[in-house]
């Protein structure tokens, strides 16, 4: 399979349908905290698109959407454009909490984008999402990834330190909202001092601090591994900071990311996430680690189906409260979800 452009989410349907399994522990509830929904460069992923996943046999009860630019408004003021991604997002929520399309609340709670670096004038806007998800809106991420070596997503680097954005972040915890921090690994130590800095409010590291695997990091890969270990124990200190655990690329040895003839199996998925995975849990506790599809962008490398069934793997030895934990508690209390 050509590789594909790691932010539109394209994938190859005939690519995955050459492998299927079993599900495993069929009957474990899940919530999945972490998916997009979208029309992106071509590449469609909307409700019909989910529900097809979804009804790929893993019991998922719930999802969270994550913010993805999607369906902005087109005009009036820009810092209110956003408000489009939550109106579409409540609208499909709607849809599947009347039960037409099926057993799973998509969409159960959602969280959105709002522009920190307004300061304290971003209060207003985090009101109207408020006002216009009814009461699905549990918070905002506003993605700081930033290294110069790779592509970035924010404009700037150290923007989780800069006294106007911390003004924005502020109004965050006098509405009871939570935070997704999407970060690379070598900025982890700055979402412990932000966390440490407002204790009160609820953070959520994505995709397990995003350790930089390609580009020039590619060929010291121990280096990274302890740097980012390093650095997810200093998060993990806070009890305000939850940890998402998934969203990592595929890196099988002697596979490059190119062309491979078969999607990986979930024991391969599962053998390759392991390192991380389990430094997460064991710094963070069950209690504050939740398993997450990152669908569709992880539909890349391998389908819901197989996603889910690594991290049944990954989770083989827990006990049956830690894996209601992992599969859907972590994520309840993170989101505040009834």
């Not at 200190?237 to 595929?250: C, D, E, Q, T």
């Amino acid at each position: 399979m050509a590789e594909k452009n790691p932010f539109s989410g394209a994938s190859d349907p005939d690519w995955l349908a050459k492998h299927s399994e079993e599900i495993i522990e069929p009957e474990l509830p899940i919530i999945d905290p972490h998916h997009h929904l979208w029309v992106r460069e071509g590449n469609t992923y909307l409700l019909p698109e989910l529900l097809a996943d979804l009804a790929s046999g893993h019991n998922v009860t719930a999802t969270v959407f994550a913010e993805c630019h999607s369906m902005y408004r087109q005009d009036g003021p820009e810092e209110l454009r956003s408000l489009g991604e939550t109106e579409f997002v409540t609208g499909i929520a709607a849809m599947s909490a009347s039960g037409t399309f099926g057993p799973t609340r998509a969409c159960a709670v959602m969280f959105g984008n709002a522009d920190l670096t307004l300061g304290a004038r971003v209060k207003p806007v985090l009101e109207a999402h408020l006002a216009a998800s009814g009461g699905r809106f549990r918070g905002i991420r506003f993605s700081t990834a930033w290294d110069e070596h790779v592509r970035s997503v924010a404009p700037r680097p150290g923007m989780l330190g800069e006294t106007h954005w911390r003004q924005g972040f502020a109004c965050l915890g006098e509405l009871g909202l939570s935070f997704d921090a999407w970060v690379y690994h070598p900025q982890l130590r700055e979402v412990a001092e932000l966390a440490g800095s407002f204790p009160d409010t609820t953070i959520i590291l994505n995709h397990v601090g995003s350790p930089i695997l390609g580009g020039p990091y590619a060929a010291r890969r121990d280096e990274v591994f302890s740097e980012w270990r390093q650095g997810i124990a200093e998060v993990a200190r806070h009890p305000n900071v939850f940890v998402k655990l998934g969203a990592l690329p595929i890196r099988l040895p002697g596979h490059g990311g190119g062309a491979r003839e078969m999607p990986p199996s979930s024991e391969e998925v599962a053998a390759a996430w392991k390192p991380y995975i389990d430094v997460c849990i064991d710094r963070f506790g069950p209690e504050r680690s939740m398993f997450e599809s990152n669908f569709p962008v992880q539909k890349r490398w391998c389908g819901y189906q197989v996603v889910w069934n690594a991290f049944k793997r990954l989770a083989s030895a827990a006990s049956a409260d830690e894996k209601a934990a992992l599969f859907s508690g972590a994520a309840r209390r993170a989101y505040r979800m009834p």
